[in-house]
């Protein structure tokens, strides 16, 4: 697919010198004249942060690196940045046999407390307490970098065999695209390669492309219409995934191009 030989827009520094030493950096890295903007810049994480479990992400050999090395909860590595309409590329790797992932989008993380039943899933993340669903008493919410459940739509990443491409709905815990796990999907995954992943997202409509093979379509889809970027290591044992050479590139519509 055209879209995915894209190359890489290397970015740039401004250094103005004189009484006063002033470094001028593009955030969110560089934008490309087609509008392709990076959201990695190959050594450091800067523009995303870590949900859940901490200190499993890392940058190396110009990939991040998501790793479990023991049992452990939900963890993710999320964009700051809020998008709408959008095209998604980036490659990906699954380094073990064993495990799940995924790349969320207009996704976010509600209120909760510890006990993983009670989530405020209609309430905004900077929300601080709620009450309880049954007995309304006011309780604190966690501190939002300590949240595992995530809200929004999801690209599922997997071993062989499994629906890499396909489309769960994490607000309401469900599968959308049942009908369109085939053998193609299966055939897609590149096992033990570097694998190109598309999403492209308007309105209610959502398109995955897996190494050029259309693997998950849905339209008039009801699901929030504008939430960050994550990425995700499934609860549970160990596991490795990479991910690198991630652009974004928000479309317009209603003359809004993205939300912050």
Known sequence: MRDLLVGRTYCGRLTLTGSVLMVLSLASGCHSNDGWQSLFDGTTLDGWHEIGKQRVWRVEDGAIVGELVESSPYAYLVTEEKFTDFELKLRMIFDSEDGNSGIFFRCAFPPQVLNPDIVARDLPE??????HPSTGETIASLPYRQRVHIT??????APPNQYTGALYDSTHGRWITQDQFTEAMHQAHKWQEWNDLYIKVVGQHVLVR????????????EFAPTGRLALQLHSGDAMKVRFKDIYVRPLCQKNTCRAR
């Open 126 to 131: 900077d929300a601080t307490e709620f009450k």
């Open 210 to 221: 897996l190494n050029d093979t259309l693997v998950s379509e849905i339209d008039n889809y």
């Open 152 to 157: 929004g739509m999801q690209a599922e990443f």
